[in-house]
């Protein structure tokens, strides 16, 4: 063997071992950077779902569609104190292992029907841990204001008016 086959074969070899953690990763990272708390892809997924189901697609864009999750992600982790966003993600992991239990799959691939016992059982209080609720409340209320202050919702359903706005008078003006 002459010493140049030995050098690229050895650098294939190093470049193989290099590149060899990349394609073996299995979790998938979140596609935005938090700075408190830590959230894996499969978590993000999650959470679009769970938005997705407090405002479906219809005839508007859901929840998905305007990345409420990720607003609520960023406001869990830059206004939240740090017990709560600890509790918050406990919540979360509680929320998925009751899916789990329940249907023996995640809440992500269980069925609409399924989705919605879930969420109904969330509301009924009965027997669910205060993570869970904490999470849940947390989840539905930041999803709602993620959309009512959306773009969308502004522009197209509830058009805001600068100050002052018209006079809506319950008076009409006769002469």
Partial sequence: ??????IRSS??????????PSCIQEKR?????LKNIVISGNQEDFLADFAEMIIPKTST???KDISSHI???????????PEVQKKFMNG???FESIAKSRF??????????EKVELLKAMEGKAGIPDETLLFYNS????????????????TNIHVYELVPSRFHGCVAVTK
């Fill in 104 to 113: 023996g799959t995640s809440f992500s691939k269980c069925s609409q029907p």
């Fill in 1 to 6: 063997m002459d010493r140049r086959t030995a």
């Fill in 61 to 63: 864009p859901g929840a």
């Fill in 92 to 94: 979360l992991n509680q």
């Fill in 139 to 154: 989840m539905k209320r930041l999803t709602i204001q993620s959309f009512t202050t959306s773009q969308y919702y502004l």
């Fill in 11 to 20: 650098l294939a070899v190093t470049a193989g071992i290099f590149l060899m």
């Fill in 29 to 33: 990272k979140a596609s935005i950077s």
């Fill in 71 to 81: 607003f609520a992600l960023m406001m869990v982790d830059d206004c939240y104190a």
